[in-house]
Every structure is written in structure tokens, then in C-alpha cells.
């Protein structure tokens, strides 16, 4: 078999309406059967944050109107959003791999992430998801135990962001990718999981995309993590007079930047983050960051951030 990849797509490769994630998924299945066609085994996790939002505002704006349902919980909303995305994304690489000659199946894991119960993020939540709300809808939601946080126009909720731990669908995704399907699997960072006994228990959280897709490469052995995102390269101190383009960065180097500040808390250090902490697990390993129109050049060491 050829060797592994772990793809993740951030939100260029989707959009805010269904029209818009239709046509921006065919970027990327053009993007992934690239890799295909280069005998790579592909796994794919992708961003869900304007899906999980819309599918959440929904939820519960049909709890208002039909009181007798209850509000879908975190968890619920994250798989829609999971089996959403990869519907409209496999359907897309299908297509694209079929027109190029190719015959691989291509499967969507509604997939679980383990968190711990003591992670702090429980007490210091930083994700603002769902509808804003007035005054009386946000209080509400803090009678229910929910935190809430002022908004533009009103109030939102905002929930934790805990550390993923491990991937329970791990096992299924692996055989998949062995058997040489193209894989699509924790979507949003995964459907973040309590651990009690033989039961998983929903978390009201959402997990940093780009740590599971690091941690799934971990758990994978993967050869290369590749990030896709708006930009063909990273940089530091983004948007500043001290703006600095990173063409390659040694792991030693990348934990560094962490430390001094160079990377916002959104945005790229995330990546950063995932990458160095893959590349821990995974020595001679590659982790790159680029577009996804520049994906196989980055993957040949022709553009992109490249670190290891």
C-alpha cells in the first residue's frame, strides 16, 4: 500500500449555504484525487463550524416553536453536521476519481473523540456557536447551566474546547484505509465523548479540528499531515508590520514560535500546535500547510510551510 495521509480542510473548502458548500467541495475532491492518483492512502477530516452553527440554530429554533422537543444536545448537532459535510464531500471525491479512471470507495465515519471530564476547558469555554439571543433567551440558558457571552446584536452560547484524547472509530478507520478506501472522519475535531462505564455521553463542547486531525495522523502513523487552508503558506505575527512568511520550520523551531507569541490564538497556531505534537509521535514525519490549489506542489516540497 502506499504511504498514509491525513488531509484536513478548513472552512475555504466548504461555504455558508448549501449551494455554496456544493460547489466548494468540488475544489477539494479535485484537490484529494491528486493525492489518489499519487497512490497515497487518503484519510480526510474537515472544519464544520458554520454547519454545526446552522444545524444548531435550527434545532433549537424548532424547540421554540414545537415545545413539546426538547433542544438537540452538542453532540447531536455535531454528528449532523459530520454526516452533512461528508455527504455532500464523498459524493464529490466519488465523482471526481470516478471521471479520472479510478475505482476506490469512499466512507464517511460518524466519528467519537474522547475528552476527560477534569479537562479545563470546562471551566474556561471559548467556542461561540448557535443563534444570538436577547436578554431573556441568555438568561435562560444560564438557569439550564449553559455560559453565554455578549455578542454583536445579543447574546450566543459559548462552550469548551477540551484536548482530544483518543479516536474510538480508530480501528474502523484504519481497516478502511488499508483496504484502500478514501476515508472521511472526524469531522469538527469529532463528536467530543465522556467516558462512563460501557457508555459514551455526549459532551456540550467542541473540539479544535486541527488537534484531531493531528491526533488521528498520530493514531494513523501517517506519513504527512496536510493542512488546507486559505493561505499557501503561514506566517508569523499574520496581519502585523512584523508579518513573516515561514517556508519551512524544523519541530524544535515551531514550539518556539508557540511559546513567544508569533501565532494568534485562532487561526494558525492551532495547526502549529497539531503538527508539533504529530511530529513528537511520528519522527521523520512531514506536516505541511498550504491551499488547497497548491496541494500536490506542497506535498513535493514546492510551496507550503513545511515542518519536520
Known amino acids: 500500500m502506499g504511504k498514509k495521509i491525513v488531509v484536513a480542510l478548513g472552512r475555504s473548502a466548504f461555504g455558508e449555504t448549501f449551494p455554496e458548500q456544493k460547489a466548494n467541495v468540488k475544489l477539494a475532491a479535485s484537490a484529494i484525487a491528486d493525492l489518489v492518483e499519487e497512490g497515497w492512502q487518503v484519510a480526510i477530516t474537515h472544519s464544520n463550524g458554520q454547519q454545526l452553527g446552522m444545524v444548531h440554530s435550527a434545532m433549537t429554533e424548532f424547540s421554540v416553536k414545537e415545545p413539546k422537543h426538547t433542544v438537540a444536545p452538542m453532540s447531536l448537532c455535531s454528528a449532523m ?100 478506501q478514501v476515508v472521511i472522519a472526524a469531522g469538527g475535531g469529532g463528536i467530543p465523548v465522556l467516558e462512563q462505564g460501557t457508555t459514551l455521553k455526549g459532551a456540550s463542547a467542541v473540539i479544535e479540528k486541527d488537534l484531531t486531525a493531528g491526533k488521528l495522523a498520530e493514531l494513523l502513523d501517517a506519513d504527512v499531515l496536510l493542512f488546507l487552508t486559505g493561505n499557501e503558506r503561514a506566517f508569523r505575527f499574520y496581519g502585523t508590520p512584523q508579518e513573516t512568511v515561514l517556508s519551512t520550520l524544523t519541530p524544535e523551531k515551531a514550539k518556539e514560535y508557540l511559546d513567544d507569541g508569533s501565532f494568534s490564538t485562532g487561526g494558525m497556531r492551532p495547526k502549529i500546535a497539531a503538527s508539533v505534537s504529530y511530529l513528537d509521535k511520528k519522527p521523520g514525519g512531514k506536516a505541511i500547510i498550504t491551499r488547497m490549489q497548491t496541494a500536490l506542489d506542497a506535498l513535493r516540497g514546492k510551496t507550503g510551510t513545511q515542518i519536520g
Open 81 to 180: 453536521s459530520q454526516g452533512y459535510v461528508g455527504y455532500d464531500l464523498q459524493n464529490a471525491i466519488r465523482t471526481e476519481i470516478l471521471n479520472r479512471g479510478i475505482f476506490r470507495t469512499v466512507s464517511t465515519i460518524i466519528t467519537q473523540v474522547k475528552v476527560s471530564p477534569f479537562d479545563r476547558a470546562f471551566h474556561n469555554p471559548t467556542k461561540v456557536i448557535g443563534r444570538v439571543m436577547d436578554a431573556v433567551g441568555a438568561a435562560a440558558e444560564e438557569r439550564k447551566g449553559n455560559y453565554v457571552v455578549e455578542t454583536e446584536g445579543g447574546f450566543r452560547r459559548i462552550v469548551a474546547s477540551p484536548q482530544p484524547i483518543d479516536i474510538y472509530e480508530i480501528d474502523a478507520i484504519r481497516v478502511l484505509l488499508d483496504a484502500g
